[in-house]
Every structure is written in C-alpha cells, then in structure tokens.
C-alpha cells in the first residue's frame, strides 16, 4: 500500500530544473518507495549493491555507461 506524501509535488517540480536531486532521510522511511512512484519510467540504482557501489567507484565511466540518465537528462 502506498501513501501518498507531501514531497511528491515539490519532488517532480524540482526534477524539471535540478539535474540532481538528494533524498536523505532514515531507512525504511520511504525514499525509494516515493522515487519509484514519482518517476515509474526510471532506472533505479542502489548503492547497497557492492559490485554497483565498486565499479561507480572503481570506473565511473563504466558505471555511467551501463546506467545511463533517464531521456529528460540525456
């Protein structure tokens, strides 16, 4: 079940002129939940993974390559 949030609306209108937008927040308040239903067309990439975490560091170029931005950035 989803509950909707007051975030949504700031949310979508700052992703129209921020090529970068920072959650933060405590675990499990919901972060990844509202970003998966504000933006259901996009790639979600979580760090918590080692070997995607290793190579954003280990080769960033690779990294962007396999995870490209949405087509709104491109």
């Known amino acids: 079940m989803y509950f909707k949030r007051r975030a949504e609306k700031p949310l979508k209108e700052a992703?129209?002129?921020?090529?970068v937008i920072l959650i933060t927040g405590p675990r499990q308040a919901g972060k990844s939940t509202l970003l998966r239903h504000c933006f259901p067309g996009y790639q979600y990439v979580?760090?918590?993974?080692v070997l995607i975490r290793n190579l954003a560091e280990t080769d960033?170029?690779?990294f962007l390559q396999t995870y490209?931005?949405?087509?709104?950035?491109r």
Do not use: I
């Open 68 to 73: 490209e931005p949405p087509p709104y950035f």
């Open 46 to 49: 979580t760090f918590d993974d």
């Open 60 to 62: 960033p170029a690779l």
């Open 15 to 19: 992703v129209k002129q921020f090529p």
